[in-house]
């Protein structure tokens, strides 16, 4: 049996996570998640729910006396019952069970969304904890060759390791836009320090004159001094699956303005709403779209602004990338990905039993 830990509460993760294992066909698992988790839904398979926490008191009241509870009731499990134990993403409460899992010599498996963790994510012990997770998975799951290449290169940490991408981000409130008339940007997604915004601001005070609107949303991870600006609008929030739907449908164009990414979630969104995006050429994101997919730049303000301005005047263009990521977008479906994680699991739980 397969013990999953989905102990996230916000952001696209415990989706991910859900959206994995709803697909699987064939692996016997329990699935743990957290019972303050934002977005719940149903699903063909039990979720098992338990508490965590929401901040940073309950954190730490919660890390002493709720997660020993949660290791004791499931101790009896990981000596007896669980072969594996698959992480779809990193988590603090994941470690006491990675080394439980390792002191009974069972085996691990870690998806990696990000192997080397990006500025605003990083200090020294978060970068430890994550470490030790790559250290001791008996397979790491990267989502790109990117990834997985940084971690060698700059941790010199070279584990066992499958590539396997993000399937695409279904959401079911967002409806196809056909021919647009609007001229409408919009950045989506948690705002950390490589992700851009600024960079994204100094842009489009270059063009003003070409875009009507400018939708910066999602939660500000540090403070960002906006200025006031009449076609900008910030909505610094946790956003729930109907708002990201309906920004998607009212966007002609997508921003993903990153100075630094192993992958984007937001790209597979991008994909799943058939909407043409503004990508830097930085890190794995090249991995996730080809050279004819998107409108490609460097980060820096100048080359981002002119990639805007042709995204916007070039509605030829536009209308063949959409083409093209539905297209896509049915070649990276959830149940296609999952096999081939499943798969992978089955062939890991079953080496050396």
Not at 35 to 59: A, C, D, P, W
Not at 71 to 84: H, N
Not at 213 to 229: F, P, R, T
């Amino acid at each position: 049996m397969i013990l999953i830990l989905s102990l996230g509460r916000t952001g696209s993760l415990p989706i991910y996570a859900e959206n994995i294992v709803k697909n699987f066909k064939i692996l016997n698992h329990e699935f743990y998640a957290s019972k303050f988790r934002v977005n719940k839904h149903k699903h063909n398979f039990s979720i098992k729910e338990t508490i965590t926490y929401r901040g940073k008191l309950s954190f730490v009241i919660n890390t002493i006396f709720v997660l020993p509870v949660l290791i004791i009731k499931l101790l009896p499990k990981i000596v007896r019952t669980y072969d594996v134990l698959y992480l779809p993403y990193k988590h603090f409460w994941d470690l006491p069970f990675i080394f439980l899992f390792k002191t009974f010599h069972k085996k691990v498996i870690f998806t990696a969304h990000d192997g080397i963790l990006h500025k605003g994510e990083r200090n020294w012990f978060t970068q430890l904890m994550n470490n030790y997770r790559l250290k001791h998975a008996d397979e790491v799951i990267f989502l790109t060759n990117y990834a997985r290449n940084n971690v060698v290169k700059e941790l010199g940490i070279n584990p066992a390791y499958e590539i396997i991408p993000h399937p695409i981000i279904n959401n079911n409130y967002v409806k196809i836009k056909g021919n647009s008339q609007t001229k409408n940007l919009l950045f989506l997604g948690r705002i950390d320090k490589y992700k851009g915004v600024e960079l994204l601001l100094e842009s489009v005070l270059e063009i003003e004159d070409d875009f009507e609107k400018l939708i910066i949303a999602g939660k500000s991870q540090y403070d960002i001094k906006y200025k006031a600006h009449e076609k900008i609008e910030v909505q610094d929030k946790y956003l729930s699956e109907k708002e990201i739907g309906e920004l998607l449908t009212w966007a002609d164009v997508l921003v993903i303005p990153y100075t630094e990414a192993t992958q984007s979630g937001v790209i597979s969104l991008g994909i799943y709403a058939e909407l043409p995006m503004v990508c830097t050429k930085v890190g794995g994101l090249k991995e996730q779209l080809l050279e004819d997919e998107c409108f490609w730049c460097e980060p820096n303000k100048e080359s981002i602004a002119e990639a805007i301005s042709k995204s916007l005047s070039d509605i030829d263009k536009r209308k063949n990338i959409a083409a093209k990521l539905k297209k896509k977008k049915s070649l990276l479906s959830w149940k296609i990905i999952s096999l081939k994680l499943e798969n992978n699991i089955i062939q890991i739980k079953n080496y050396g039993s």
